[in-house]
């Protein structure tokens, strides 16, 4: 338990952790399934090409989509774009700048442009006023964020759509097992997309998956993902986006372990907001206890006017603790290469946000000691964040001075 300034690691003192605690580890799972599952596709030689554990999770994921239909695809990157593929669309997709920036570059790779609006500074979605600000006669879609597995404004959304006769569709890669409105996630606009990435709270390893209630659309991206080959054709021909059996039977083992990990994972949630409560200048980002949610995030933010430590330094100094966090997302998509100078826009509410989140360890390997030993470090940089920042900015002087002894500081 560090007492004071001087026992924080980034001052000399010895790290709170001697192993790394992580944002998205991976959950744990059965791995006797797992393997299982593996022997079973092994001694019966079916690897890929939509084989019955594809089939399977495709199935199950629909289910907690509450959707007719689903792909299983190798990513939700390739996943978003076999949508803008199947649904043809050329010009400017608008889209949050809060989010990973897979969401804009899978759109730009094919040649669509991009165009971010502001979010709402309380939510960290986009809705309707953000998005009806950007909205252009060459506007060719609209692309939500459910940041945080927290759901866009669904019905205002597919109402802006339907009024300007465009498609909306919702990058979901954080939202598996949420909900809105009592409905799930998954069955919002013209499809949605999950992303079983490892560090996911579902994980395939590598995987996603497009949902859509739209059968023909689903079997346009079907076949879109396997070169083209099935019952519907398109100009575009295909790409290869499926997911292996060893993604699926990962996936499918992973899914059996969402109930227990969605259960840690709010315990987990209820103790940082135990722990961090009535910590001035600190808040949690909230979830609506009436809607399912996963709770695979536990995002801090920090106003530094109150604290006096930012969320820049008080990473750097969880960083040396061993403690990694991410920050879920900094810098915004509009400040990076290549929008930032591609097309440079002023997203206040975005700005303000992404600057002060951070995303801290969470999961079912991190521990409620864990949990208080990660806040304890926060409490005190927090309380004493005017004194940390003064050290460090010595300490960053006299580096300086170092480094460059002709230098007066
Ligand atoms: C993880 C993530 C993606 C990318 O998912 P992949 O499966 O790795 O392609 C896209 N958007 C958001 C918001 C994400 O968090």
Request: proline share 5%; aromatic share 8%; with cysteine.
């Amino acid at each position: 338990m560090k007492r004071s300034v001087s026992d924080l690691a980034v001052f000399g003192g010895r790290p709170e952790f001697l192993n790394p605690i992580l944002v998205g580890q991976p959950n744990n799972i059965d791995r006797r399934r797992f393997f299982d599952r593996m022997n079973w596709a092994l001694d019966n030689q079916w690897l890929s090409n939509g084989g019955p554990l594809v089939q399977e999770f495709e199935e199950r994921v629909a289910d907690l989509a509450g959707v007719r239909n689903c792909v299983a695809t190798c990513n939700a990157t390739a996943a978003l774009q076999l949508y803008a593929r199947a649904a043809r669309l050329t010009g400017e997709i608008v889209m949050p700048s809060m989010t990973f920036v897979a969401t804009a570059h899978a759109m730009r790779w094919l040649g669509l442009k991009p165009v971010f609006c502001d979010v709402d500074p309380d939510t960290g979605c986009i809705g309707v006023p953000q998005v009806e600000a950007v909205l252009t006669e060459r506007t060719a879609a609209i692309l939500g964020v459910h940041l945080w597995g927290r759901a866009c404004p669904v019905d205002e959304l597919e109402k802006v759509a339907a009024d300007r006769g465009i498609p909306l569709f919702f990058d979901a890669a954080h939202a598996i097992g949420c909900s809105t409105s009592g409905r799930p996630v998954g069955g919002f606009g013209a499809v949605e997309v999950f992303s079983f990435h490892a560090t996911k709270v579902v994980s395939a390893f590598e995987g996603g998956a497009v949902v859509t209630d739209d059968d023909e659309l689903a079997g346009q991206i079907r076949a879109l993902h396997n070169f083209g080959i099935g019952p519907y054709g398109h100009e575009a021909g295909g790409t290869n986006a499926k997911l292996s059996e060893a993604g699926a039977a990962m996936g499918l083992t992973s899914l059996d372990a969402l109930p227990e990990a969605t259960r840690r994972n709010e315990e987990n949630y209820d103790l940082y907001r135990a722990e961090l409560d009535e910590l001035p200048g600190v808040s949690l980002v909230e979830f609506d206890r009436r809607e399912r949610n996963n709770y695979q995030y536990v995002i801090v933010k920090i106003d530094e006017s109150v604290t006096g430590i930012g969320r820049d330094l008080l990473q750097e100094l969880l960083a040396a603790e061993k403690i990694v966090t991410k920050r879920y997302f900094s810098p915004a998509c509009h400040e990076l290469a290549p929008y930032a100078t591609e097309n440079p826009v002023e997203l206040p509410h975005t700005e303000n946000l992404a600057r002060s989140v951070l995303a801290v360890p969470t999961g079912t390997r991190t521990t409620a000691e864990d949990i208080r030993r990660v806040c304890g470090v926060i409490r005190l940089a927090v309380t004493e964040g005017r004194t940390v920042r003064e050290r460090w900015r010595r300490r960053e002087n006299a580096e300086h001075a170092l480094a460059d002894p002709g230098r007066v500081v």
